[in-house]
C-alpha cells in the first residue's frame, strides 16, 4: 500500500465540496463519508485521535448547510466516542469507523431508491414539470418515469451563479426527456405560459418543523407554483433533516463567494451571494422520502421512527 498523507485526503475532498467540484447533498454525503474511510485506512497510530478530530471537523466545515452530511459524520463519531471510552484498540475503532461509514452509505442510497420507486409515479404523463437546480434525487425520478413510459416536458431554471441547471437540462436531453432551459427570472413567465402540472424540487436541509432548504430561487417557485395552483413537491431522504432544529438551533444558510457572481465587480458594489433558501410547510403539497409521501408536519416523526438511532445520537450531538 503506497503511503497516503491522511489529513490530505480529507482536505482534498473537503476542498472539493467547498468549490463544488463535488456538490448535490447526496453526492456531498457519499464522498466525505468515502474519504473518511480513506483517511482511516492511512491514519498513522501514534496520533490517530487528534487526526480523526481534525478530519471530522474539516468535513463538517466544508459545507454548512448540508445535514445528509452532518448527521452522517455524528454517526461515525458516536461509534469512534463509544470505543474510545472503552480504550479500544486503534485497529477495533478503525475497523467501526469503516463499517460505520459503509453503513449510512448504504442507507442513503437505499433511501434514493425508495424515494425513485415512490416518485416516479406521481410524475403527470403528458405533463409539464419545473424545476430548479440539480438535484440527482429528481432527475432519477424522472429518469425513471421516463423509462416506465411517461412522456412529459421538464421546465429547468438555469440556477444562477454556478448554473447547475445546465447540468439538469443536460441529463434530461440524454435520456430523451423534452427540456426547456430558461433564465431563473423567467419562472413566473413559463408558468403563465406552459402552465405546468407540477413543481418539483429537491432539498439541502429539512428542519423539524417541516421548513425546506434548497438553492436559492425554490421560494420563487414556490411562490409562481401558488400563484398559478401548481403543486409544489420536494424530493428528499430523511437523512436530510436537521436535528438540531428540534432543539432551537437553526440550519445556517451558505454564503458563498461574491466573485461567483460577479468576479471584478466595481468598487463599492457589494456583492451578496446566498446559497440557499428557506421554502415554508404551507408551500410544500408534499415531500416524497423513504416513508412515503408525507405533508411537512410529518417529517420529524417519520425521522425519528426510521433512523431512532440518528436521533438518539443528535441528541447527545448538538453539533
Ligand atoms: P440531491 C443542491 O445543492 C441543490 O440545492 C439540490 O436541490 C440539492 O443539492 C439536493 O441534491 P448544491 O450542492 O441530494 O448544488 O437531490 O449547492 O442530489
Request: hydrophobic share 40%; with cysteine.
Amino acid at each position: 500500500m503506497t503511503k497516503k498523507d491522511p489529513l490530505e485526503i480529507i482536505r482534498e475532498i473537503s476542498q472539493k465540496i467547498s468549490k463544488l467540484e463535488i456538490r448535490g447533498a447526496t453526492k456531498i454525503t457519499i464522498e466525505a463519508l468515502k474519504a473518511l474511510r480513506e483517511f482511516v485506512k492511512y491514519a498513522p497510530k501514534e496520533n490517530f485521535h487528534e487526526l480523526f478530530k481534525d478530519a471530522i471537523n474539516m468535513l463538517l466545515k466544508s459545507r454548512p448547510t448540508e445535514p445528509a452530511m452532518q448527521n452522517g459524520i455524528k454517526y461515525v463519531l458516536y461509534t469512534y466516542n463509544n470505543l474510545a471510552k472503552k480504550n479500544a484498540s486503534i485497529d477495533e475503532i478503525k475497523e467501526a469507523i469503516e463499517i460505520t461509514s459503509m453503513k449510512y452509505i448504504s442507507m442513503i442510497k437505499h433511501a434514493i431508491e425508495k424515494i425513485v420507486e415512490i416518485g416516479w409515479k406521481r410524475i403527470p404523463d403528458d405533463g409539464t414539470i419545473m424545476t430548479h437546480c440539480h438535484s440527482s434525487t429528481v432527475v432519477r425520478i424522472l429518469i425513471e418515469a421516463k423509462q416506465r413510459g411517461k412522456s412529459f416536458v421538464v421546465i429547468s431554471s438555469e440556477t444562477r451563479p454556478m448554473y447547475q441547471g445546465r447540468i439538469t437540462s443536460r441529463e434530461l436531453a440524454k435520456s430523451g426527456i423534452k427540456v426547456y432551459h430558461i433564465v431563473d427570472s423567467a419562472m413566473r413567465w413559463a408558468a403563465r405560459h406552459f402552465k405546468p402540472d407540477l413543481a418539483l424540487v429537491g432539498a439541502d436541509a429539512i428542519t423539524s418543523t417541516g421548513v425546506i432548504i434548497n438553492k436559492v430561487g425554490s421560494r420563487l417557485l414556490a411562490l409562481t407554483a401558488k400563484e398559478f395552483d401548481i403543486p409544489l413537491y420536494v424530493a428528499a431522504t430523511l437523512l436530510k433533516l436537521d436535528p438540531r432544529t428540534a432543539f432551537g438551533e437553526y440550519t445556517p444558510i451558505e454564503m458563498r463567494d461574491p466573485s461567483e457572481v460577479w468576479p471584478d465587480a466595481p468598487e463599492n458594489v457589494i456583492v451578496l451571494n446566498p446559497a440557499f433558501e428557506t421554502v415554508s410547510p404551507e408551500y410544500i403539497d408534499g415531500i416524497i422520502t423513504e416513508f412515503g409521501i408525507i405533508p411537512p408536519s410529518e417529517v420529524l416523526r417519520a425521522f425519528k421512527e426510521l433512523y431512532k438511532e440518528i436521533w438518539q445520537i443528535s441528541k447527545e450531538y448538538r453539533i
